[in-house]
């Protein structure tokens, strides 16, 4: 069963997300009397968390529990806040490029996975992740070329360093969603004297604007996931569709990726690494975000994030 966290009467709770209501864990506990520990960390109940035990074990007891008594003690979910569901990532990395026909609609060759190795950036998880819901706001300084990007994130579940791909998805606490919105036209003093990095560096900050990640609405649990390269996914703005890829399609799978990163980076619980986009950005069809539009970024077996634009 998918978690989430939320905000109900200005506090924040972990409850079992279910698309349109949510099912408060401590509720859920009270109705099929088992104890579960009570923890704001959302990551605390997944795997690799200490109280995961005891979420099987409700889980086991729910499905034995009529579903009216259920939806009884159960949120709709335009009656709450949801939140990102890790509050405060320690690490928020995220790739670039790794679908080849992303690659390709930007007007680059893709190469063969032995010949390259993932690009990974960071995020600054403070000032860019966005709860579900919330609106992404455009930028004063650049606002002309505001994209969005679809894509599967990976939360990490165990301390990990230097483990082998074949091991990898042992580490893995859940997946989530998150929407890499880019600015693909910021250029810092348009008068400036170019050096050979500038354009990097205007690719880069374009990524780091306030609001720029949104993420939700909720984590599937690693342990009820057997292979992450199996799911859909499709964004839409104002309803109409942009991307409609598989995860199948990365040139980097999940558990290549926490190779390499793990390879020189210690990976710790709660961290979050975003997988990259697949094809259907705005950049290739001369299409950009703009006030009034609404997003929404889905995966199967996770759900709908949804983010207006401000």
């Not at 109940?45 to 007891?61: D, E, F, M, S, T």
């Not at 709860?131 to 994209?147: F, L, T, Y």
């Not at 009820?224 to 799978?253: G, H, I, R, W, Y």
């Not at 390499?260 to 094809?279: E, N, Q």
């Amino acid at each position: 069963m998918r978690l989430c966290r939320y905000l109900f009467n200005d506090r924040s709770y972990v409850g079992f997300y279910n698309d349109e209501s949510v099912l408060p864990l401590l509720a859920a506990a009270v109705i099929a009397e088992v104890k579960v520990p009570e923890s704001n960390l959302l990551t605390d109940y997944l795997p690799g968390g200490p109280h995961r035990n005891a979420i099987v074990g409700l889980q086991h007891k729910l499905a034995e529990i009529d579903a009216a008594k259920i939806e009884g003690v159960s949120l709709s979910v335009s009656d709450i806040q949801l939140q990102v569901p890790v509050e405060a990532p320690g690490k928020l990395l995220l790739l670039a490029g790794n679908y080849s026909k992303h690659i390709e609609e930007g007007g680059g060759k893709a190469e063969e996975r032995a010949r390259t190795f993932p690009y990974v950036f960071m995020k600054p998880p403070a000032t860019t992740l966005t709860n579900p819901g919330d609106p992404v706001k455009i930028p004063a300084v650049s606002p002309d070329q505001i994209d969005w990007e679809l894509e599967l994130a990976i939360v990490i579940g165990r301390e990990c360093k230097g483990v082998s791909e074949a091991d990898a998805l042992n580490y893995v606490a859940g997946y989530t969603v998150i929407n890499d919105i880019s600015d693909r036209a910021f250029h810092p003093n348009p008068e400036r004297n170019d050096r050979p990095k500038d354009g990097f560096f205007d690719w880069l900050h374009g990524k780091w604007h306030d609001t720029f990640c949104p993420m939700g609405p909720a984590i599937l649990p690693a342990d009820e996931l057997a292979d992450p390269q199996t799911l859909k996914m499709k964004l839409t703005v104002n309803d109409t569709v942009e991307q409609d890829a598989s995860t199948a399609e990365m040139v980097f799978p999940v558990a290549a990726i926490i190779e390499f990163i793990s390879s020189f980076v210690t990976l710790s619980p709660g961290d979050v690494i975003s997988t990259g986009t697949p094809d259907g950005v705005g950049k290739a069809k001369g299409k950009f975000l703009k006030a009034g539009d609404q997003m929404e970024a889905w995966i199967e077996g996770i759900g709908s994030l949804r983010n207006p634009v401000v």
